[in-house]
T-cell receptor, first 116, second 112 residues
Framework: DTGVSQDPRHKITKRGQNVTFRCDPI?????LYWYRQTLGQGPEFLTY????????KSRLLSDRFSAERPKGSFSTLEIQRTEQGDSAMYLC??????????????FGPGTRLTVL | EDQVTQSPEALRLQEGESSSLNCSYT??????LFWYRQDPGKGPEFLFT???AGEEKEKERLKATLTKKESFLHITAPKPEDSATYLC?????????????FGKGTTLSVSS
C-alpha cells in the first residue's frame, strides 16, 4: 500500500509527558500537512511543509508543539509537557504540488492521543 | 474569515432513499472545494475536488456540485455501506499556504 502512514495509531500518556508522532507521506509528494481533529469537529490545520521547509504554522501550534521534516521525506510532530486539552486525533496528509497538478491532500489513518 | 458550514449535522436514510448534503462557504478567492468521507476512527478519504461554479463530479452513487456560495453532495439510492461522516473543506486565496478549512461534517446513517 502506498498511502500515507502514521505511527503510532494510538498513544496514551500522562499529563506532563512528551510524545512524538511520525508520518510517512505518499512517495514523491512534496507537501506534508499536520491537522488536529477533536470529536464532532472537522480537522484543524496545524502546519505544513514543502519539501523540508516549514512554510506555515497555525496559531493553534503553541510553543509546546514542534514539527520537523528532515530531508523532505517523513515528518515528526512532538508535543512537550502534554495537557489534557491535547487529547485529539492527529492527522497527517500529503500532496503533490507542481505545474499543472492539483493540490489534493490525501490523509493518513491518524494517531489518537489520550492524555490522562 | 474563511468559513464552512455543513447541514444537516446528521441524516438518517432508508436504503434507496436519495438525498443531498449541503456545504455553505465563505472564502476569499476560492482555489478549491473538497469533499471527503470519514469512517469512525479513520482518516478522511478523498472523494472530489471542485474548482469553479457550475462544475460537477460523479463517483458511483455520489455527485458533487458547486455554486458561488455552496456545494451539494447528492447521494442517489444509498446503501448501508455509504454510512459515514462526509466532510467539506475549502482552500482559499487568503491563505498564504494551502491549509484546508473544514466544516464539522454531516453524519449519514443508511439503514436496510
Amino acid at each position: 500500500d502506498t498511502g500515507v502512514s502514521q505511527d503510532p495509531r494510538h498513544k496514551i500518556t500522562k499529563r506532563g509527558q512528551n510524545v512524538t508522532f511520525r508520518c510517512d507521506p505518499i512517495s514523491e509528494h512534496n507537501r506534508l500537512y499536520w491537522y488536529r481533529q477533536t470529536l464532532g469537529q472537522g480537522p484543524e490545520f496545524l502546519t505544513y511543509f514543502q519539501n523540508e521547509a516549514q512554510l506555515e504554522k497555525s496559531r493553534l501550534l503553541s510553543d509546546r508543539f514542534s514539527a520537523e521534516r528532515p530531508k523532505g521525506s517523513f515528518s515528526t510532530l512532538e508535543i512537550q509537557r502534554t495537557e489534557q486539552g491535547d487529547s485529539a486525533m492527529y492527522l497527517c496528509a500529503s500532496s503533490l504540488k507542481g505545474l499543472g497538478s492539483t493540490d489534493t491532500q490525501y490523509f493518513g489513518p491518524g494517531t489518537r492521543l489520550t492524555v490522562l | 474569515e474563511d468559513q464552512v458550514t455543513q447541514s444537516p449535522e446528521a441524516l438518517r436514510l432508508q436504503e434507496g432513499e436519495s438525498s443531498s448534503l449541503n456545504c455553505s462557504y465563505t472564502v476569499s478567492g476560492l482555489r478549491g472545494l473538497f469533499w471527503y468521507r470519514q469512517d469512525p476512527g479513520k482518516g478522511p478519504e478523498f472523494l472530489f475536488t471542485l474548482y469553479s461554479a457550475g462544475e460537477e463530479k460523479e463517483k458511483e452513487r455520489l455527485k458533487a456540485t458547486l455554486t458561488k456560495k455552496e456545494s451539494f453532495l447528492h447521494i442517489t439510492a444509498p446503501k448501508p455501506e455509504d454510512s459515514a461522516t462526509y466532510l467539506c473543506a475549502v482552500q482559499g486565496g487568503n491563505q498564504a499556504g494551502t491549509a484546508l478549512i473544514f466544516g464539522k461534517g454531516t453524519t449519514l446513517s443508511v439503514s436496510s
